[in-house]
């Protein structure tokens, strides 16, 4: 990926620091994603970041890491401790900082007071901490959880502050802080970024067809082109275009999709940014006026779960049979009695789903999960099976893998071969 | 999890901060597991870690960022950048902190070479500049592959250099980098970490609760408490203990578990350190002989496949209905026709599993995940059962969380449910 850069009105570029808090950070109980996640965001709005920091849970450390982050950029994003507990003192440390005291708003406290109510609970009186706010400091319009977000002025730098919760992190970063760094920063060329998700090549095979393109575009400039493995969310092939005006920027990214789509060959695009598998299945069942049912044994209930995460799912999913107990497959789906892992069991399974949950089309699966053989049978091996309309094809795979990664492998290489024949 | 803390023999004990070297960590192209992996081996092995950084590829900045790191620690590991290409700069920039040449390993030269041989490869030139070593700097004994590791003394101070490749960092830093800290640090206590997973209190409430007891280990020393909100991994109470010896260290936090379990009661915690709701339910059907079945609608198969993440769940496990559609659940759970989100469903969908998958027990759960309202009912609203022996008992909550969420903390909730009651 090249790295998409600010052009800024004046003669620098904004820089933007990333400090993540929390002790157990620097143990290695939980894994820094947040400032990885924030890098390539800034990277993408086109605002340099240097320099990535992971502090404890430490009044003086944590205070000597935003002096030091200020004393070197424009800007610094805080990442956590901004909870209800004693430990959470990344607010005391910015007011600190700021030289303010803090002061509590009571518009917070009313926020963090209705949240706890619609639950039925009252406010534990520790919640108070986080309606406190340094002087002088702005709220985050964008405000997911209890934890409010804050835009912290330093003369003319800026500390930001955003819980460590992922999902509330992500959702102040991009509709709170992003804009106002682009704001400073006084952004004028376009970046935009386009992934295409595929299933059925490997990363390398993807790379050496699209080897020529690369070069091509490497002499040209303009737009890039980047892969990542992503296991069940397939592999992504990464567009990234840089322009000097919108117009131009989406005519450069809609002819680079075109051209790598006819190059590695469009069907096994399933998917564009944040479209998964799912998504699509269900879409093609949508436009044929299909509907879907499943049934699984070693996934337990994943390929359910993943169908029913896309929202509006419920007008072509009927449900699944989960049919782990080799008696639910033989009394509720039908499976003749003998071996579950079988080509004979996984077609009577994707019969089976299809008639007791009156639906047009499913998928079935039966396998060894592990990590130990069951029947006879090494784990890794899965007996999978599609049924369109009644007409059942059934293909057997085996994997190396542990028994998670056996599990997704399956999940998304099954709703593939769904894909597939309702694509054709 | 064991942590023997360090203690010097001179008056303070050893110090050690991270610098990993990587533009591509910076732009979150990928994500920073090393530092995290070393931060826990630094904590297990007793040496503190107060600041771990991501720095990209650029001398002035390397090197900024390992003086800053010996203006206030005894030791530095660097990761990455040791590489045969042009943008790995780890070894130059430590000759320049260190104030001397490079100069050329000939035994380096020849165990690169011998490598690539063995691969029935000539090396290329460029991997001469991995054999490059400064002047007073010592090899880590530990070279699985070809970037040689380095320990280079700084006074009487430490920069340690390892290759970014996983593999071959862990065994230079467990058999060369941490064998050389414990040395310098003089070793003698013994640190251990437990977590109780707790669910059913909130952060906040769980820690108003501890408060006294939080108050009177600050006190004493010896013993700390964290909290860590880890959605439907629960929300986890984390007790570490430091003392001499292994024995009194072991008694010093069972004592503490006990304590805790008496004031935060003890029915609330539902598993230790790795164990989830799914293996407490799991172990629970198990010792009382009974078999599990689930009937799930808004989860739409999240709750089987999170208990048949636990392998072993089948000898427990049967299976689940997933009745998406309302018609599944009236024809194949037999739900009486109605409202599908209300107690008279939620309860004939509990009994249901039981009867159509032949399971002692079961839990059973419908609602409104969202976006939408669904026959009028709000976005969050989910009703849940639980069937033992027979016996159903049923609950609602309303819950202010997105689709996700709401699946997620139905999927715990509900399971801890059926927990309570197994419990007695």
Chains 1, 2 share one sequence.
């Not at 030289?99 to 917070?108: N, S």
């Not at 044929?288 to 390929?303: H, N, V």
């Amino acid at each position: 990926m090249t790295v998409p850069i600010g052009t800024a009105l004046g003669s620098a570029s904004v820089r933007c620091e990333v400090i993540a808090v929390g002790s157990e950070l620097l143990l290695g109980q939980v894994v820094d994603t947040n400032s990885s996640w924030i890098g390539e965001q800034l990277a993408l709005a086109g605002i340099d970041s240097h320099y990535q920091v992971k502090v404890g849970d430490n009044h003086e450390r944590i205070r000597a890491a935003i002096e030091l982050a200020l004393s070197r950029s424009d800007a610094v994003i805080m990442c956590g401790g901004l909870g209800p507990t004693q430990d959470d003192i990344t607010r005391d440390v910015i007011a600190d900082v700021m030289g303010v005291p803090l002061r509590r708003d009571e518009e917070i406290v009313d926020r963090i007071r209705a949240m706890f109510g619609a639950r039925g609970r009252d406010m534990p009186a520790n919640n108070l901490r986080q309606a406190e706010v340094p002087v002088g400091a702005r709220v985050n319009p964008a405000m997911p959880g209890t934890a409010p977000g804050l835009i912290c002025p330093v003369g003319d730098q800026v500390i930001y502050a955003v819980p460590g919760v992922p999902w509330e992190m992500m959702q102040m970063v991009s509709d709170g802080v992003l804009p106002d760094l682009q704001e400073r920063a006084g952004i004028t060329s376009i970046i935009k970024s386009r992934t295409l998700r595929t299933w059925g090549r490997s990363e390398s095979g993807l790379a050496e067809t699209l080897h020529d393109e690369i070069q091509r575009l490497d002499r040209d400039g303009g737009i890039t082109i980047a892969f990542l493995a992503s296991g069940w969310e397939g592999l992504k092939v990464r567009l990234t275009a840089k322009a000097e005006s919108e117009p131009l920027v989406d005519e450069l990214i809609e002819l680079e999709e075109q051209r790598v789509r006819s190059i590695i060959g469009d069907e096994i695009v399933f998917g564009v940014d944040d479209e998964t598998m799912e998504h699509a299945v269900l879409d093609l069942c949508r436009k044929s006026g299909r509907t879907l049912a499943t049934a699984e044994s070693l996934t337990g209930g994943l390929i359910g779960a993943r169908l029913t995460a896309v929202p509006g799912a419920s007008d072509v999913y009927r449900g699944s049979v989960v049919a782990y107990a080799s008696e639910v497959k033989y009394q509720v789906l039908g499976v003749p009695e003998g071996p579950v892992v079988s080509e004979a069991a996984v077609r009577a399974m994707a019969a089976g789903a299809c008639d007791v949950l009156g639906a047009s089309c499913s998928v079935a699966v039966t396998g060894v999960a592990g990590p130990a053989p069951q029947e006879g049978v090494e784990p890794g091996t899965v007996w999978s099976a599609t049924c369109v309309d009644g007409a059942i094809e059934a293909s057997v795979v085996v994997m190396p893998f542990d028994r998670e990664r056996i599990r997704q492998f399956t999940t998304i290489n099954t709703l593939n071969a769904l894909r597939l024949r309702l694509l054709g």
